[in-house]
């Protein structure tokens, strides 16, 4: 069995260390292309984007749901305000219906009874 021309005979070390170096060298050189950096890219954005478009999704969603809750409590907030402020009308209807009662009172105390009761 015959060794090829190019091969290494044992008697030479020193270019089977230089050999295995620049054979490290072009592998890292082609592993390093950037070809294949793009192509790893495409394949991780192919593997990332469905589920980044699900996540867009949701965060879209939640923030809808999130203004509605905004909305929700800004009205509860300026209704709670508006019946604050409305507390002096609401005094002064009180105030003008107690002095109606007390005016229907004295009405009733001037007038007398109207109908005496009947004697039996």
């Given at each position: 069995?015959?060794?090829?021309?190019?091969?290494?005979?044992?008697?030479?070390?020193?270019?089977?260390?230089?050999?295995?170096?620049?054979f490290?060298?072009?592998?890292?050189?082609?592993?390093?292309?950037?070809?294949?950096?793009?192509?790893?890219?495409?394949?991780?954005?192919?593997?990332?984007?469905?589920?980044?478009?699900?996540?867009?999704?949701?965060?879209?969603?939640?923030?809808?749901?999130?203004?509605?809750?905004?909305?929700?409590?800004?009205?509860?907030?300026?209704?709670?305000?508006?019946?604050?402020?409305?507390s002096?009308?609401?005094?002064?209807?009180?105030?003008?219906?107690?002095?109606?009662?007390?005016?229907?009172?004295?009405?009733?105390a001037?007038?007398?009874?109207?109908?005496?009761?009947?004697?039996?």
């Open positions: 069995w015959a060794q090829p021309e190019w091969s290494l005979k044992p008697e030479q070390p020193e270019l089977r260390g230089d050999l295995t170096d620049k490290t060298e072009s592998m890292y050189v082609l592993a390093n292309e950037p070809s294949v950096a793009l192509y790893r890219l495409q394949e991780h954005v192919r593997r990332s984007l469905p589920e980044l478009a699900q996540h867009k999704s949701d965060m879209q969603s939640w923030e809808e749901q999130s203004q509605g809750a905004i909305y929700t409590v800004e009205y509860a907030c300026s209704a709670i305000k508006n019946m604050t402020d409305s002096v009308y609401f005094k002064s209807i009180d105030s003008l219906l107690k002095h109606a009662i007390a005016m229907k009172d004295q009405l009733n001037a007038q007398g009874p109207k109908n005496p009761p009947a004697s039996s």
